[in-house]
């Protein structure tokens, strides 16, 4: 069956390292997403890539980078890890159509802890 | 102004009764509203979607989607124990593909 996974499930860093976090995904979509989950705040859209080469930054991209460069995955990088980038993050993707009939489903995320 | 919201609850429902949530946003533009369901520690699940004016049921849930007011609500029918979680009201706007979510409403189902 076609899933979207996420690893690790769990990490745990020190503030000022690079981290970088997998999303993987077997449905063929052309779109995938990253968000972020605080209390208080909600999902947040972090970034997203509607194809091969192609990324955009969301509402909440400072200190994220991701790059795609396959179909199938795109990592999240968090270059100088910070204490307010601890949360929980998930992956989501989506198939391509016009008209907005783009259904996204989620993996089953990844919570971070910046010391 | 948020651009989705969602009255946060919890909204306490005793089982077999109907829970009712609600969510406005604020993009008239907004082409597509979803609904997903979150355990807590868990990933957002994706319950109902709806695309035009009027109700659409699936089991025992039912969404409803009123474009001129700007609102899209969720009813959950004969409501269980199970059925206690967050719902995320979540909108496409007119530019496509990215979702906009509300805060969640956190429901309480009580036996």
């Known amino acids: 069956d076609a899933e979207i996974t996420q690893s690790p499930r769990h990490k745990i860093t020190e503030t000022g390292r690079q981290v970088t976090l997998a999303c993987h995904q077997t449905?063929?979509?052309?779109?995938m997403f990253w968000y972020r989950q605080d209390l208080g705040h909600g999902l947040r859209l972090i970034h997203y890539?509607?194809?091969?080469?192609?990324?955009n930054k969301g509402e909440v991209s400072d200190g994220y980078s991701v790059s795609r460069s396959n179909t199938e995955d795109l990592p999240l990088t968090l270059e100088s890890a910070a204490s307010s980038q601890t949360s929980v993050y998930f992956c989501?993707?989506?198939?391509?159509?016009?008209?907005?009939?783009?259904?996204?489903?989620f993996g089953p995320g990844t919570r971070l802890t910046v010391l | 102004q948020k651009e989705v919201e969602q009255n946060s609850g919890p909204l306490s429902v005793p089982e077999g009764a109907i829970a009712s949530l609600n969510c406005t946003y604020s993009?008239?533009?907004?082409?597509?509203f979803f609904w997903y369901r979150q355990y807590s520690g868990k990933s957002p699940e994706l319950i109902m979607s709806?695309?035009?004016?009027g109700d659409k049921e699936d089991g025992r849930f039912t969404a409803q989607l009123n474009k001129a007011s700007q609102y899209v609500s969720l009813l959950i029918r004969d409501s269980q124990p199970s059925d206690s979680a967050t719902y995320l009201c979540?909108?496409?706007?007119?530019?496509?593909?990215?979702?906009?979510f509300g805060g969640g409403t956190r429901v309480l189902v009580k036996p």
């Open positions: 979540a909108v496409m706007g007119a530019a496509g593909n990215k979702l906009t």
């Open positions: 890539s509607y194809g091969v080469q192609d990324t």
């Open positions: 449905w063929n979509h052309n779109n």
């Open positions: 709806i695309y035009s004016n």
């Open positions: 993009d008239r533009g907004s082409q597509s």
């Open positions: 989501a993707s989506s198939e391509s159509s016009s008209g907005g009939y783009n259904e996204q489903f």
